[in-house]
C-alpha cells in the first residue's frame, strides 16, 4: 500500500450517463484540461465546485464527473459510518464501477471536446483514480496531481507512466508518513518526473475542506490549487 484505506477522515468536515459539473475558461476553449477526481463528498459540494472554477478563471477547461453513481458520503457523517459498506455496496465504489466513469470521462474529453492535454487533479479517494489512469501513453491522463491520497496500491503507484505531484497533509492516518516515504521510495525508482510536497499544521482533507478563518490552513489549501499547472 502507497496510502492506507480511507476512514472517516476522508468524509468529514455504473450508468449511461454521468452528471457531471463543467466549468469553461473566459475564451470557451477546451483543448487544455482538468479532470477533477473528488473527494468521498462528491461533486455537488461546493468546494471542489468553487476549486473548479478557479481553474477555469486560470485557463483550463474543468471536467468533475460524479464518480459515485449519486451515492456520496455527506459531509460529516457520523464517526460510526461504515465505509468499508459503503465501499463494498450496493452499488459499490471500488474500481469495477468507478474505473468505468473515468475511462468515459476522458474518452469524451478527447472526443466531443476535442482536449489535447489533460491534466487530474484528486483529492483523498480521488487520488487513487488519477493514478490508476496516469498513462499517457494510452490517452488519458497526462500529468497528475493528488492531494491527501487514500486507498492508493503500491503497485497502481507502480504502474503510473507520466509526471505526478503530491500535496501532503503533516497530520494525516491515511498517508501518514511511513506511507508517504513508501510512495518517495516508489517514485524515486521510476522514470517518471515526480514532486511530493508537505504542508505543515493541516490535516486529512485540507486541499478541499480547510478552515479558510486558519491563517495556515488557508494557505496550505491556496497554495495547493495554485501550483497546478499543466506543461
Request: glycine share 6%.
Amino acid at each position: 500500500m502507497a496510502s492506507n484505506p480511507p476512514g472517516s477522515c476522508c468524509y468529514q468536515g455504473v450508468k449511461h450517463e454521468v452528471e457531471t459539473y463543467f466549468s469553461y475558461p473566459k475564451d470557451k476553449s477546451t483543448s487544455t484540461a482538468i479532470l477533477i477526481l473528488t473527494d468521498a463528498i462528491g461533486h455537488k459540494f461546493i468546494n471542489p465546485q468553487l476549486i473548479a472554477d478557479q481553474f477555469a478563471a486560470n485557463g483550463y477547461f474543468v471536467v468533475m464527473p460524479d464518480i459515485f453513481h449519486g451515492d456520496p458520503i455527506p459531509l460529516n457523517r457520523a464517526p460510526d459510518f461504515d465505509i468499508q459498506a459503503w465501499l463494498k455496496g450496493p452499488p459499490g465504489h471500488l474500481p469495477p464501477t468507478v474505473d468505468p466513469v473515468v475511462d468515459a470521462a476522458l474518452v469524451e474529453m478527447r472526443t466531443k471536446y476535442n482536449c489535447t492535454k489533460i491534466g487530474a487533479v484528486g483529492y483523498c479517494f480521488g487520488a487513487k483514480y488519477v493514478v490508476r489512469h496516469l498513462l499517457p501513453a494510452s490517452g488519458k491522463i497526462d500529468v497528475g496531481y493528488v492531494a491527501h491520497p487514500s486507498f492508493v496500491d503500491a503497485e497502481e503507484l507502480e504502474a503510473i507512466d507520466g509526471p505526478l505531484s503530491i500535496a501532503a497533509a503533516e497530520t494525516d492516518a491515511i498517508f501518514p508518513a511511513p506511507k508517504r516515504h513508501e510512495s518517495e521510495e516508489i517514485l524515486a525508482k521510476g522514470k517518471n518526473p515526480y514532486q511530493i510536497s508537505l504542508y505543515s499544521g493541516v490535516e486529512h482533507g485540507f486541499a478541499v475542506r480547510a478552515d479558510l478563518e486558519q491563517k495556515q490552513e488557508k494557505y496550505a489549501k491556496e497554495t495547493v490549487s495554485d501550483s497546478f499547472v499543466l506543461p
